[in-house]
């Protein structure tokens, strides 16, 4: 039979009859002031706080089923078993290095005696010294033609809006725009007009027997895409620059063969031959070592072919 209890479940007073009180429909039978029972649910009706009690006890812990306890406990202690089948299989692992950590150890010491038994230490330390500093200098020298590439890719974007036409007779007040257009209807670019152009314009000194060329810029790069290759595109100076100093260092080369892209000089020995890439900061002589390399290896093909034995007829 159930306790009856005269005092609050909650706040552990006794009741009075001047206080309305609720009993729980759980078994334990516990009693509750409904003032306590509205501040402990955080509810403000009546029935709602009567309604919460009806099948449950704030009070007293829930029952739990003896075989869900168990179930659960084997399950946790399955997951033990687990664990504990892959520590040792770690254990097992960890143990494996340990021996062939020890063996790379051993054939380390026997390589540095056998190098030591040779006297070839100090030959082979400057060897790796030597390669090392050269390996440092080619990454350096890398690094600094890849900046430079990237510089005079970005300059020549900014200027690939823009055309350089060269040997066009001066003429004094001329409107250079109308120049450009007539020119452009000369080699079939009807595009060149008022409304695609922004300016024209000299460049250079003005000198009595110099011809200025004239600098124009469109409204858009996909106008210069459409002219003629025989137009120069304008290009950052220090190209143009390079251009010159390979024709010059070159003169068997036609040049032809030597043109500027947008970070480069590019140039070829013969046609078909292996592409070459200036840049500014590299050593000319360099890449005449690796042209005379190119024509000795062309002479050679050229040797063999000329003394391949005919085939019978």
Same mark, same amino acid.
């Given at each position: 039979?159930?306790?009856?209890?005269?005092?609050?479940?909650?706040?552990?007073?006794?009741?009075?009859?001047?206080?309305?009180? @609720?009993?729980? /429909?759980?078994?334990?039978?516990?009693?509750?002031? %409904?003032?306590?029972?509205? !501040? =402990? *649910?955080?509810?403000?009706?009546?029935?709602?706080?009567?309604?919460?009690?009806?099948?449950?006890?704030?009070?007293?812990?829930?029952?739990?089923?003896?075989?869900?306890?168990?179930?659960?406990?084997?399950?946790?202690?399955?997951?033990?078993?687990?664990?504990?089948?892959?520590?040792?299989?770690?254990?097992?692992?960890?143990d494996k290095l340990q021996e062939?950590?020890?063996?790379?150890?051993?054939?380390?010491?026997?390589?540095?005696?056998?190098?030591?038994?040779?006297?070839?230490?100090?030959q082979q330390e400057t060897i790796?010294?030597?390669?090392?500093?050269?390996?440092?200098?080619?990454?350096?020298?890398?690094?600094?033609?890849?900046?430079?590439?990237?510089?005079?890719?970005?300059?020549?974007?900014?200027?690939?809006?823009?055309? @350089?036409?060269? /040997?066009?007779?001066?003429?004094?007040?001329?409107? %250079?725009?109308?120049?450009? !257009? =007539? *020119?452009?209807?000369?080699?079939?670019?009807?595009?060149?007009?008022?409304?695609?152009?922004?300016?024209?314009?000299?460049?250079?000194?003005?000198?009595?027997?110099?011809?200025?060329?004239?600098?124009?810029?469109?409204?858009?790069?996909?106008?210069?895409?459409?002219?003629?290759?025989?137009?120069?595109?304008?290009?950052?100076?220090?190209?143009?620059?390079?251009?010159?100093?390979?024709?010059?260092?070159?003169?068997?080369?036609?040049?032809?063969?030597?043109?500027?892209?947008?970070?480069?000089?590019?140039?070829?020995?013969?046609?078909?031959?292996?592409?070459?890439?200036?840049?500014p900061s590299m050593d000319l002589?360099?890449?005449?070592?690796?042209?005379?390399?190119?024509?000795?290896?062309?002479?050679?093909?050229?040797?063999?072919?000329?003394?391949?034995?005919?085939?019978?007829?």
């Open positions: 039979m159930s306790q009856v209890y005269d005092y609050c479940g909650i706040c552990c007073r006794q009741f009075s009859d001047k206080i309305e009180h @609720v009993c729980t /429909g759980a078994e334990c039978k516990h009693n509750f002031h %409904l003032t306590c029972l509205l !501040i =402990r *649910l955080a509810l403000q009706k009546k029935d709602e706080a009567i309604a919460s009690v009806s099948m449950k006890c704030l009070v007293c812990p829930e029952s739990k089923n003896i075989n869900a306890v168990l179930t659960s406990i084997n399950t946790r202690l399955g997951l033990l078993k687990i664990v504990n089948d892959k520590l040792t299989t770690l254990t097992a692992c960890m062939d950590q020890i063996t790379l150890d051993r054939h380390v010491l026997q390589l540095e005696a056998r190098s030591c038994s040779n006297g070839d230490v100090d790796i010294e030597q390669v090392t500093e050269r390996l440092c200098a080619l990454r350096k020298e890398s690094t600094d033609v890849y900046i430079e590439a990237r510089q005079l890719e970005l300059e020549s974007r900014m200027l690939n809006d823009q055309l @350089v036409n060269s /040997g066009i007779p001066e003429i004094p007040s001329e409107d %250079l725009i109308q120049t450009v !257009i =007539r *020119l452009g209807s000369m080699i079939d670019v009807p595009n060149l007009t008022h409304d695609s152009l922004h300016y024209a314009e000299k460049i250079g000194k003005k000198g009595q027997s110099r011809v200025r060329s004239i600098v124009v810029k469109c409204k858009s790069p996909q106008l210069v895409e459409k002219v003629p290759l025989y137009v120069n595109r304008r290009y950052p100076s220090s190209l143009f620059k390079l251009r010159q100093g390979v024709i010059k260092k070159f003169p068997n080369i036609n040049k032809n063969n030597i043109w500027i892209t947008n970070s480069c000089v590019c140039l070829r020995i013969t046609d078909g031959s292996d592409l070459i890439k200036v840049y002589d360099r890449i005449q070592d690796s042209w005379h390399d190119q024509v000795d290896v062309i002479k050679q093909q050229a040797m063999g072919y000329l003394t391949r034995p005919e085939m019978d007829n």
